[in-house]
């Protein structure tokens, strides 16, 4: 006796009739479908309509296409009793394909090592494979099938683990630009430019709301340095200093966050790859490279000339410098005229 599962469950619910009919439906639409789906296809139809109704010299005229060409598509067309699928490109991949055949003592010695050693590049396991394969009589293999043995086979068996660095405070993040109505917020970031293939580091300070800044040549981005400068910044700022706002460089920890500490001074940082949340001191960074640093020559051939111009520069910058912000008024004029208790 048959229970209803032993038969496919299409026939067991239709009769042979109906079934034949189903299937003859499901070809018609999987064809449609295929046929709609490919722009080609309807390249080909479009191209033999337009043979059949205006013959061949017209055809050829009109699509540009060579006389064998239209004669292989519209042998196919016919031969398949004009179904528009029969247009439909085939797969040109070959049916026998070449493998790499390598031997399994070799590919297990692979896993072993990476088992064994972590995720170990092919550089790394090639010469211990080289001395395997000739003790035990077998052709080695080169690195680049290596490299494809480990990719097949999913030798891969660590994950790789991102690492963050480890700080002993807790960073303050901040998303937004700040938005501030009273000096004392600075800005703080560094400057890599290369002139002529050779490295200058400047470390640049701005008050947000005043404008005021000081830019320094230094030899490194380190946080003893960030904090030498900070410190200069504080002993000609006019106005009291409360919070700072950097990056993530590694320049603004250690002794330079300390320091900040030691002064009650608030230290945030901004989210990585967040520039925008630094804007003032990412445009002053602009302005000092396109108005002085890029246009001194001295900075090819005489440092101290070059820092004695800076100083002279960052003079005008803050005293005689109109700026847009400030109302066409130099940081300077602006401390003095708006806020009185600077003075």
Known sequence: MYSGSDFPHLRYIFDRKTHLKYRRLMKTLNSSLAFESSDVAKFRFHVLQYYYKWGLRPTLDAFRVKKSTLYDWKKVYEESG?????LVPKSTRPHHTRKMLTDFRLTEFIKQIRLNHGNVGANIIKPFLYEYARKEDLASISKSTIEKLIKRRHFTFEKR??????????KLRVKKPPKVKKPGFIQIDSIIIYINQERHLFISVIDIFTKFALVEKVDSLSSLQARETFKKYQ???????????????????????????????????????????????????RTIQEEFIKRSDEIYYDLEIFSRKLIKYLYWYNHKRPHWALNYLSPIQFINSKIPESR
């Open 235 to 285: 002993k000609i700022s006019p106005t009291p200093i409360h919070t700072v706002q950097t990056d993530n460089g590694s320049e603004f920890l250690a002794k330079f966050h300390g320091y900040l500490e030691e002064q009650g001074i608030k230290h945030q940082f901004i989210y990585p790859r967040l520039v925008k949340v630094n804007a003032v001191i990412e445009r002053f960074n």
């Open 82 to 86: 004009k179904r528009l699928v029969s």
């Open 161 to 170: 683990v991102n690492y963050r660095r480890k700080t002993k405070y807790t």
